[in-house]
Each structure stands twice: as structure tokens, then as C-alpha cells.
Nanobody, 115 residues
Framework: QVQLVESGGGFVQAGGSLRLSCLAS????????MGWYRQTPGNLREVIAI???????SYVDSVKGRFNITREDAENTVYLQMNRLNTEDTAVCTC?????????WGKGTLVNVRS
């Protein structure tokens, strides 16, 4: 099955930006949607942003206007541009590929926002 490798996480000061990348081992166009999720210890994983195969994007309310999810199918890559980061954005962010109700996950990349 598809393998997803995230990159771009790290430490950043509040108000700063990061760009996360998700490189898939195969064609992302074969999936209904790609997405970014986040999780902190002891909490449920929650969606950050979803982008469909047709390029329609949706976001969790807390990141609307700050984050932008894009896809480059020719590169089999999904990006998450994260702007005006705040400490509440600190989490392990994981890439997801979804189709037919099945979810395929990367290992995640840590975003650590410091005030």
C-alpha cells in the first residue's frame, strides 16, 4: 500500500510559519482525498485540513485563514502551509490518504510552537 513520508516539522516561534510536505510512494490521484491530521499525547487525532482529488479543500475552524493545503499530483506530494502558528498548534502532524473508507498514515512530523 502507499507509503507516506512527512517532513517540514520542527521548532518555530509563535507567529511564524512552517511548510509541511507529504511525499507518497505512489500516485495520490488514486485516493479520494489527502489530508493532514494532528495529535497530542492523550488526545484524539483530529483533522487539520483535507483536500479532495479534485482540489477542494476544507479546514478545521481553528486554522482557517492561517493554513493552506495544496497538492501537486505530478510530484505525489501534499503540502500544508502553516502561517501565524500559535502554541495550540503544537502537535505531531500526520499525513493521510483516504479511499473507500480506508485510511493510510504516515509516521508524522512534530510541530513545536514556542511562545
Amino acid at each position: 500500500q502507499v507509503q507516506l513520508v512527512e517532513s517540514g516539522g520542527g521548532f518555530v516561534q509563535a507567529g511564524g510559519s512552517l511548510r509541511l510536505s507529504c511525499l507518497a510512494s505512489g500516485s495520490i490521484s488514486e485516493y479520494n482525498a489527502m489530508g493532514w491530521y494532528r495529535q497530542t499525547p492523550g488526545n484524539l487525532r483530529e483533522v487539520i485540513a483535507i483536500i479532495s482529488s479534485g482540489g477542494r479543500a476544507s479546514y478545521v475552524d481553528s486554522v482557517k485563514g492561517r493554513f493552506n493545503i495544496t497538492r501537486e499530483d505530478a510530484e505525489n506530494t501534499v503540502y500544508l502551509q502553516m502561517n501565524r502558528l500559535n502554541t495550540e498548534d503544537t502537535a505531531v502532524c500526520t499525513c493521510n490518504a483516504e479511499n473507500f473508507g480506508r485510511y493510510h498514515w504516515g509516521k508524522g512530523t512534530l510541530v513545536n510552537v514556542r511562545s
